[in-house]
């Protein structure tokens, strides 16, 4: 990449891995926190960690047709704004109502797709795929250290510490998208029917394979930080040691992952990576599923868990961004994002629904199962076509 695109890239990059720093810090401890505030049950609970995902899916496809219309960086900054809004009333929430209300207004602030258009908008062709590969990297980082630190940021200022830090970081992103990111040189706005930029994204089958997938690998995530938190407490392994457990089992499947992206690219062999990943994330939590009570056999199942997520967390848009439309990429990525969230939407209030009137093993169970269907319709899916290095 020439140093304009580095830059570029850098600096949404770590926007993006702030935003998402901000909603994960609490995934590891609110389930824990909850318990103290009053009328909590599991599904309030499951509410008040997915619920952002719903607004967001809501509002994806909305921010990414406006970006198409009006350009990037004015929804972004838009976007940001409305996060921290949401980030101070649940700041100031001291009841499951208010907290809910705030994650939900966090998630009005939709931009992920309008990023990833952006992305594309800044990249020449050839370096789009590393581009995209280097945002879902970014995410995976971001996860790692919130599920790293909420712990400990928890212990020192609380959860309520931990949403007014998630409105600064809000903040920091507007600094960082006016001084370091500059305008599309090349952008130009779609005039077309919203309805046929719609209708052309859903018509496409090898996308909405894609957009299934990442529906299923976050409503798989979330429901799984509904019981976890729980789950490692059972085994005597107190809420201010999960960060150790959590360090280690991402930074050992992040770096496991990344041979396996190296194969992908330099083969073209990315359904054979692809299809491998989603088994991985089956077998995975099937473990979880028989091991919940064992840590050793959490910890290895974690392990396999995360190497999965994170493969393919940082394909899926490298992915979109191939099969997109060029003149509906923002439509493309508004569906990609707004699947993506609904996704959380529904591991949340669904994984909680189950805690409450069954139990965390059904949790786990319904995770592989949802899984499972993924990986039937991935089977399917077309090797993505080589791009022009020219």
């Known amino acids: 990449m020439i140093v304009s695109e580095q830059r570029a890239i850098t600096a949404l990059a770590s926007i993006v891995a702030m935003r998402m720093l901000g909603l994960f810090m609490i995934f590891p401890v ?6 103290t505030l009053p009328d909590v049950t599991p599904v309030l609970v499951g509410l008040a960690i997915g619920i952002y995902g719903l607004t967001q899916a809501t509002l994806q496809i909305p921010f990414g047709m406006l970006s198409d219309r009006f350009g990037r960086k004015p929804i972004i900054y838009i976007g940001l704004l409305i996060f921290a809004v949401g980030s101070v009333i649940a700041a100031t929430s001291t009841s499951i109502t208010g907290i809910i209300i705030g994650r939900a207004l966090q998630g009005c602030g939709a931009i992920s797709s309008t990023v990833l258009a952006l992305t594309a908008d800044l990249t020449r062709e050839e370096h789009r795929t590393k581009a995209m590969a280097f945002l879902g990297v970014s995410f995976g980082l971001s996860f790692i250290l919130a599920l790293v630190i ?22 920091l992103g507007m600094i960082i998208l006016l001084k370091m990111v500059p305008q599309p040189q090349y952008f130009q706005p779609n005039t077309g029917s919203v309805r046929v930029q719609i209708k052309q994204v859903l018509q496409n089958s090898q996308l909405l394979r894609l957009d299934f997938g990442i529906l299923v690998l976050h409503l798989v995530l979330t429901s799984l930080f509904v019981v976890l938190p729980l789950v490692l407490v059972k085994t005597k392994f107190e809420v201010e040691q999960h960060w150790m457990l959590y360090i280690v089992v991402l930074i050992a499947s992040f770096i496991t992952m990344i041979p396996f992206i190296i194969i992908a690219e330099k083969y073209h062999s990315h359904k054979i990576v692809f299809i491998s990943a989603i088994s991985l994330l089956i077998l995975s939590l099937l473990g979880l599923n028989h091991l919940h009570n064992n840590f050793t056999g959490i910890v290895m199942m974690l392990f396999l868990f995360f190497t999965a997520f994170n493969l393919l967390e940082s394909n899926l848009p490298s992915l979109i961004s191939k099969m997109a ?21 529904l591991g949340g209030v669904g994984g909680g629904w189950l805690h409450q009137h069954y139990s965390i093993q059904a949790v786990f169970a319904f995770a592989a199962t949802v899984t499972v269907v993924w990986l039937i319709f991935a089977l399917t899916m077309q090797n993505p076509r080589r791009l022009n290095k020219g």
């Open 30 to 35: 609110f389930a824990l926190y909850a318990q």
């Open 150 to 171: 909420g712990p400990l940021v928890y212990r020192w200022i609380g959860v309520s510490g931990i949403f007014w830090l998630t409105a600064v970081l809000a903040l």
């Open 325 to 345: 439309p060029p003149e509906n990429k923002g439509t493309a990525m508004g569906v990609y994002s707004s699947a993506q969230f609904f996704g959380a939407f």
